[in-house]
T-cell receptor, first 115, second 113 residues
Framework: EAGVTQFPSHSVIEKGQTVTLRCDPI?????LYWYRRVMGKEIKFLLH????????ESGMPNNRFLAERTGGTYSTLKVQPAELEDSGVYFC?????????????FGEGSRLTVL | GNSVTQMEGPVTLSEEAFLTINCTYT??????LFWYVQYPGEGLQLLLK?????DKGSNKGFEATYRKETTSFHLEKGSVQVSDSAVYFC????????????FGRGTSLIVHP
């Protein structure tokens, strides 16, 4: 069974540019989460999908961030326009409702560097 | 809100030394508690978990006990190996109206031969 996959693994862009990160969850996992970790700090929650619906987007920092999960399968996270403070590692995680209490399955992360 | 506090790293140890990484959580409700590990170049993976007070989670020689009275879930290992070098994250999930897993800042462990 394939794990959670994220693309790209590393992206370097200039301030003001646009970047789109993609996450493919484990097949059949209805819950999908986006998190971000800035160097040395806690992994901060961004948003949570259940199937194609945004269940909780309280962690999204501002309207430069747009997340979608069309069809309830893969998800994208777009940052437009990117700012310096958006640099960090963006993690995607998934889980299947009712299977295991709270355990998340993570991708390897997408490292974003904004210059 | 719900939060998790971990000791700051890095923690640097010699092989076969005893390891403790402290973790405390906010006491809202009765969350499940987790330790995740991130090895270099990989994603986070679940190391162990405990779902109720006094439960002990264990895996790969690591242990952590859910202590409700001290709101703690400290990670311990009796004899670390070089291969244990990684970043360890404490996390809580559930209760208090929130079903969003909350993570600590991570503690880097470096084990020297």
């Amino acid at each position: 069974e394939a794990g959670v996959t994220q693309f790209p693994s590393h992206s370097v862009i200039e301030k003001g540019q646009t970047v789109t990160l993609r996450c493919d969850p484990i097949s059949g996992h209805d819950n999908l989460y986006w998190y971000r970790r800035v160097m040395g700090k806690e992994i901060k929650f961004l948003l949570h999908f259940v199937k194609e619906s945004k269940q909780d987007e309280s962690g999204m920092p501002n309207n430069r961030f747009l997340a979608e999960r069309t069809g309830g399968t893969y998800s994208t996270l777009k940052v437009q326009p990117a700012e310096l403070e958006d640099s960090g590692v963006y993690f995607c995680a998934s889980r299947k409702t009712g299977v295991s209490t709270g355990e998340l399955f993570f991708g390897e992360g997408s490292r974003l560097t904004v210059l | 809100g719900n939060s998790v506090t971990q000791m700051e790293g890095p923690v640097t140890l010699s092989e076969e030394a005893f390891l403790t990484i402290n973790c405390t959580y906010t006491a809202t409700g009765y969350p499940s508690l987790f330790w995740y590990v991130q090895y270099p170049g990989e994603g986070l993976q679940l190391l162990l978990k405990a779902t109720k007070a006094d439960d002990k989670g264990s895996n790969k020689g690591f242990e952590a006990t859910y202590r409700k009275e001290t709101t703690s879930f400290h990670l311990e290992k009796g004899s670390v190996q070089v291969s244990d070098s990684a970043v360890y994250f404490c996390a809580r999930f559930g209760s208090g109206g929130s079903y969003i897993p909350t993570f600590g800042r991570g503690t880097s462990l470096i084990v020297h031969p």
